[in-house]
């Protein structure tokens, strides 16, 4: 259990920083990239320590993967809950500007900002395990150099993996993003946790590539262009995909509807037609 406690610990320090960082800029929206950089930091980092028990945690601190399904579970719902319309995830600052909720500068500067955050998280964590706090710890900073990579398939497959994974979440997002959060917070947690643990396979289904970046892509075992092609193209092309299906256009490069017929909300009275056809 000190294993544990060690890493609830760790948990709770980078909660608190991203907290202290939403509470500092709530009124100042035009830094919204800072929150993006803090939350990106949140997520790379606890999901490392999330990946140190998946791979050491069963056999030198006693954890099952009930603890890891259900700590990686309360790290997802806990940063859906701080999170409040910032993502982390530079597929969805790409998904904003696509619909136009966005210009060019402001999605820029998000997705700089998630991969500086998940870069900072990298070495934070690095740290974190030179500290050797645990047994687990101890393992996991000897492994730190050759860890073991999440593509765990050939690169087409791992691409059709991201690609569908990201393209189901995609359109269950664009589905409840109107809901309450309440509803919308819990559901998205929950298909983030299964897709993540039915791919842990494959590709672990990170669909963020500022996410993929801090956890694999310093790993042995394909190059950084293979790693781009399926964690970084592959969760473009579905949330791209998504996106067509859901509107039946992309706003940024179609204004045409090209999926759906969109029927008019006038309509012409009967009389009015009659005197145009005498006409």
């Keep these: 259990m000190s294993g544990l406690n060690a890493s609830l610990g760790y948990f709770l320090v980078i909660v608190i920083f991203a907290g202290t960082v939403r509470t500092f800029l709530k009124k100042w929206p035009q830094f919204s990239f800072i929150l993006e950089f803090a939350y990106s930091f949140m997520l790379v980092a606890c999901w490392l320590e999330v ?6 945690g069963e056999w030198a601190g006693g954890l099952g993967p009930d603890v890891t399904v259900t700590m990686l579970f309360v790290v997802l ?13 530079p597929i969805l600052a790409v998904l ?12 820029v500067l998000s997705i700089v900002a998630h991969f500086l955050g998940a870069h900072l998280a990298l070495l934070v964590a690095v740290y974190y395990w030179s500290l050797e706090l645990t047994d687990m710890h101890m393992i996991k ?15 087409c497959q791992g691409f059709f993996t991201e690609c569908v994974c990201t393209f189901i979440f995609n359109l269950v997002h664009l589905n409840l993003r109107h809901r309450s959060a309440l509803l919308r917070v819990p559901l998205i947690t929950i298909l983030l946790t299964f897709l993540s643990c039915v791919a842990r396979g494959y590709t672990s289904a990170y669909m963020n590539p500022s996410l993929a970046y801090g956890l694999t892509f310093h790993c042995p075992g394909f190059t950084f262009k293979e790693y781009a092609l ?16 859901y509107m039946g256009h992309i706003p940024r490069i179609f204004a045409k509807n090209l999926l759906y017929f969109q ?16 006409l």
């Design 51 to 56: 990946q140190t028990i998946v791979e050491v």
């Design 77 to 89: 719902l806990t940063h859906g809950v701080i999170c409040d319309g910032a993502s982390g995830n």
């Design 96 to 107: 904003k500007f696509l619909q136009l909720q966005v210009t060019t500068l402001p999605t």
């Design 141 to 155: 900073n000897l492994m730190a150099r050759e860890c073991s990579t999440s593509l765990l398939v050939s690169l």
């Design 230 to 245: 399926v964690y970084w193209l592959g969760p473009l092309t579905g949330m791209t995909l998504a996106l067509l299906l």
């Design 263 to 278: 029927k008019t909300r006038f309509r012409v009275p009967k009389g009015d037609k009659a005197e145009k056809k005498k």
